[in-house]
């Protein structure tokens, strides 16, 4: 490429990686952060090596609230997208007051279409703004208490047997495992997993499954292998086809593809024992807190996940943890380049920051 060529590139591409905005006093900032992952990360979707995500800071008087969102390919969002989506509603975040989160987030939900990733993102950071200006960490202000935090699982990526028993003699710390299905090696992942351990296992199919035949039988055989639930077995849009295969097995069956949004709920009820809520999906905090409750009050299992994504979405998950059954909150462990640091984990459990907001650190 000739310098020319290249001074164009680089003058187009500046504004589209890093904007930086103030007014009186108020900074809203939107950037692509890329995060190299530890192992190749493999599931029926997809394969890589690293995954961009969104990261939104917004300053006022002086504090700044961090936010993330995860862009997920299922749903045909990208990085770029969810940039696009914030500085969509620059103007609107900026003369807005955050401490009416509530309406300010009904106005972005209304003005932006999809791009759930950019609305994660600006949601993170508009509470952990709020919980630092309260003073008060966000498990306090949704009134949990820290000690309820449940124990998380560590994922195991779909792999080669060899480094599925190397990843799973790895993840000796954590007492509960999820194990990653749905492509012609089920059995021998499994297998693999429990040569080398004896501890419960969850298991995710991400959609893998279209036979319901199939999948009955093999969720019977998980059952067998000490597999407490089974996650999203066959493709979302199968409900009815899920609602037999429920009929005719044990164990519980978890919807995360089939469940974005709280709206998305009762048409599930029969089909499904509970939900898999992720920030990403949902669109923030606030939203994630609605489908707990919606999910709750259908007796269902409520669940929290994550993308692969930094500290800063896991933590801000991690804050709503002790209203649920599940939590699957280890997409920051499987990165080597974690800008922050918050939520930690220990023997599995989930230790929340007792800092205001967030309780983020830089790393
Ligand atoms: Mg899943």
Same mark, same amino acid.
């Given at each position: 490429m000739n310098r020319r060529n290249f001074v164009m590139i680089a003058a187009a591409a500046w504004p589209l990686s890093r904007v930086t905005a103030a007014s009186g006093g108020t900074a809203l900032e939107a950037k692509i952060v890329r995060l190299n992952l530890r192992h190749t990360w493999t599931t029926t979707m997809s394969s890589s090596q690293f995954r961009d995500t969104l990261h939104v800071s917004y300053t006022r008087d002086g504090i700044t609230g961090h936010g993330e969102g995860a862009p997920i390919v299922r749903y045909?969002?990208?990085?770029?997208?969810?940039?696009?989506?914030?500085?969509?509603?620059?103007?609107?975040?900026?003369?807005?007051?955050?401490?009416?989160? +509530?309406?300010v987030m009904a106005a972005v939900f209304g003005r932006v279409e999809g791009a759930w990733a950019g609305k994660a993102a600006i949601d993170i950071a508009l509470m952990d703004w709020v919980g630092q200006k309260l003073g008060i960490p966000l498990y306090s202000y949704f009134g949990l208490d820290r000690g309820d935090a449940p124990v998380t699982t560590f994922s195991i990526?779909? +792999?080669?047997?060899?480094?599925?028993?190397?990843?799973?003699?790895e993840a000796a710390d954590f007492p509960v495992l999820k194990v990653k299905v749905g492509l012609?090696? +089920?059995?021998?992942?499994?297998?693999?997993?429990?040569?080398?351990?004896?501890?419960?296992?969850?298991?995710?199919a991400n959609e893998g499954w279209r036979d319901k035949e199939e999948a009955v039988r093999k969720i019977n055989w998980l059952e067998k292998q000490g597999v407490e639930f089974i996650e999203q077995p066959m493709p979302a849009e199968m409900v009815e086809e899920t609602r037999w295969v429920r009929a005719r097995v044990h164990i519980p069956i978890i919807a995360d593809e089939a469940c974005r949004h709280a709206s998305d709920i009762p048409k599930l009820k029969d089909a499904y024992d509970g939900i898999n809520i992720k920030l990403d999906k949902s669109g923030g905090l606030l939203e994630a807190w609605r489908m707990i409750a919606v999910a709750k009050?259908?007796?269902?299992?409520?669940?929290?996940?994550?993308m692969v994504s930094s500290s800063v979405t896991v933590t801000a998950a991690a804050h709503l943890s002790p209203l649920v059954d599940y939590a699957d909150l280890d997409g920051n462990l499987l990165i080597a380049n974690d800008p922050f640091t918050g939520v930690r984990v220990e023997k599995g459990k989930l230790i929340l920051p007792e800092r205001a907001g967030l309780g983020l650190r830089a790393a």
């Open positions: 045909h969002e990208d990085a770029e997208g969810a940039r696009q989506a914030v500085e969509s509603v620059r103007g609107l975040l900026l003369a807005a007051d955050p401490m009416q989160f +509530d309406k990526g779909i +792999d080669t047997p060899e480094i599925t028993r190397q990843k799973t003699r012609a090696t +089920d059995e021998p992942t499994i297998e693999a997993v429990r040569s080398v351990t004896s501890k419960p296992l969850r298991v995710d009050s259908l007796r269902m299992k409520t669940m929290l996940g994550c």
